[in-house]
């Protein structure tokens, strides 16, 4: 039998917590998507709509640096959440996306997410503290890189 | 142990990125002691001084197998050693990695940049008796696809049963491989953090945040060894060059439990 959304939801630690109804509200923002190796998920300075738990598979984050390849600035995995610009104005992506290998995710429609915290501010707190730990988590990760500890020491 | 270090060729030298070789030393006349993994020797450059170098492997019956980074005048001068110069080499010292680990164990070795070369005998040990343990990962860091050590073995570890896993911290377009920091390679393991052993090895605030994420997840700090860098001089607990408060590092260490290293780890003034 396939999994529903709200099955899927409710396995995903980083919705640990929330209640019964809160993920069903969840679950009609939400469908199963799938992304072949190399499918772009969005573009740099695209409108940032949706976001995206990874179920499968693994997602590079890049940028077009001008007058050499392109960077790629993080690789998120399995359990991963990709994608916050959807919930700060001016829902722009700050990045570009690409899946590294076949992907599977769930889809979250950003607009109605955040129509549902406005009418529901305990699901709204808990959602902003989720991604205000993400944020958290990957400003350290990115202090930890920008120390250069395998560089050369002076 | 004496003091006096023994003549070793250099038998063969790769390079294995730009600033760092692995050389292979065979006994001019007679050996030191076999090195257990985790030991170090001191290696003598003649004329330009003597450094601490972990064993990252052996060859033969009485051959040593340094990888080392040129970062200073001696290192740069072993840097440039070439096959058949002489070095001088006296040890093995210190403590080394505790193997092997509880039957069963879950194994996860943690190497940033040349982390790596101490932490290679750990790997051949698991592969050697893979079926003594459940999983065995192991997790590397480095700075760019570039400054990855080893990389021809990997299919030939992955091949014996290591979940290999590789980050590195700089990457462009093409690189297949993930991006970000080490500990983020710890993420859906799969292992029993009460039943695993954790080796970690690479600078010291890698090591930190490593043991950290390592002990988050339920490992037992003391089933977390970190390999302690210090600046070890005699190697014999003689000059107390590589004081960490109540430990000597060439003596107590270089492997020593997080339960231990921890506290000493996180105060500055040691």
């Known amino acids: ?47 940032a709509d949706r976001f995206w738990i990874l179920r499968e598979g693994h997602v590079t984050l890049d940028t077009h640096v001008p007058g050499r390849p392109d960077a790629i600035v993080e690789t998120l ?33 950003g607009p109605g997410v955040r129509s549902l915290c406005e009418h ?15 944020v958290v988590e990957r400003l350290q990760a990115t202090r930890l890189r920008l120390l250069d500890l395998y560089g050369t020491p002076s | 142990m004496s003091m006096t270090p023994l003549r070793y060729r250099v038998d063969s030298r790769v390079e294995d990125t730009d600033d760092t070789v692995t050389l292979v030393l065979t006994p001019v006349d007679r050996p030191i002691p076999v090195p257990r993994p985790g030991q170090f020797t001191m290696v003598y450059a003649f004329g330009v001084g003597e450094v601490p170098i972990s064993v990252s492997g052996r060859s033969g019956a009485a051959g040593i197998v340094h990888t080392l980074r040129a970062v200073g005048a001696v290192t740069r001068a072993l840097h440039a050693a070439r096959p058949g110069d002489v070095l001088g080499v006296r040890g093995p010292y210190g403590v080394g ?30 592969v050697e008796h893979r079926s003594r343990y459940r999983h065995v990962a192991l997790l590397v860091g480095a700075r760019t696809p570039g400054d990855l050590l080893y990389p021809d073995e990997y299919d030939d570890w992955r091949a014996a049963g290591v979940d290999v896993r590789v980050t590195v911290d700089r990457a462009v377009a093409g690189w297949t491989g993930r991006v970000g920091v080490v500990t983020t390679l710890l993420h859906g393991l799969g292992v029993e953090p009460a039943r695993t052993t954790a080796f970690v090895c690479g600078p010291e605030v890698m090591m930190r945040f490593a043991a950290r994420d390592l002990t988050e997840l339920g490992v037992p700090a003391g089933a977390v060894q970190v390999s302690l860098e210090r600046n070890m001089r005699c190697g014999a607990a003689l000059c107390g060059h590589c004081q960490l408060g109540p430990l000597l590092v060439c003596r107590d260490g270089p492997v020593v439990g997080y339960d231990r290293a921890g506290p000493l780890m996180s105060v500055k003034e040691l």
């Open chain 1, 120 to 134: 529901d501010p305990a699901l709204g707190y808990l959602l902003a503290t989720r991604f205000m730990g993400l």
């Open chain 1, 77 to 109: 995995g399995p359990g991963a959440v990709l994608g916050w610009s959807w919930l700060f104005p001016p829902y722009r992506w700050h990045f570009g996306a690409s899946a590294v290998e076949t992907t599977l995710t769930l889809e979250l429609d």
């Open chain 2, 97 to 126: 990695w505790f193997l092997p680990a509880p039957r069963d164990a879950d194994l996860v070795v943690m190497a940033g940049g040349i982390g790596l070369a101490p932490l290679r005998p750990v790997i051949r040990h698991a």
């Open chain 1, 1 to 47: 039998m396939m999994d529903s959304a709200y099955d899927l939801l409710a396995a995903q630690p980083f919705l640990a917590g929330l209640s019964r109804s809160q993920l069903d509200e969840l679950s009609f923002c939400t469908e199963k998507s799938y992304f072949h190796a190399g499918a772009r998920l969005f573009e740099e300075d695209g409108r």
